[in-house]
């Protein structure tokens, strides 16, 4: 499967953003995603994943009520919606998917996009 992650950008403090996955090749619905950051001199980190069906969520606890993952698998899509952006939350954001289950391990993972940035000003 191939991601493509898009939707990052310049934003104030306090505003919102919403990145987007769009897949292609294999079945997408049959695939866990998640989404990781990294900021500079940081390693990647596990923000939000979402289970193949959608029935399942998890959050890191820095994003917890501030940004939400969706899902449409008629149009191989998932969508992070990011809300009371922070500049800590400045990085560059990837989606990942893996065809077993969601976790919160990058080594996990299999397919990556090619990461999008959200730089969030003071």
């Known amino acids: 499967v191939q991601l493509q992650a898009f939707g990052g950008g310049l934003v104030q403090a306090g505003g919102s953003l919403r990145l987007s996955c769009a897949a292609s090749?294999?079945?997408?619905?049959?695939?866990?995603v998640a989404w990781f950051r990294q900021a500079p001199g940081n390693e990647r980190e596990f923000v939000i994943g979402?289970?193949?069906?959608?029935?399942?969520?998890d959050y890191a606890e820095s994003v917890k009520g501030r940004f939400t993952i969706s899902r449409d698998n008629a149009k191989n899509t998932v969508y992070l919606q990011m809300k009371s952006l922070q500049p800590e939350d400045t990085a560059v954001y990837y989606c990942?998917?893996?065809?077993?289950?969601?976790?919160?391990?990058?080594?996990?993972?299999?397919?990556w996009g090619q990461g999008t940035k959200v730089t969030v000003s003071s």
């Open positions: 090749g294999q079945t997408f619905s049959r695939y866990a």
């Open positions: 990942a998917a893996e065809s077993l289950r969601m976790t919160r391990r990058y080594e996990d993972y299999g397919y």
């Open positions: 979402i289970s193949w069906s959608g029935g399942t969520v």
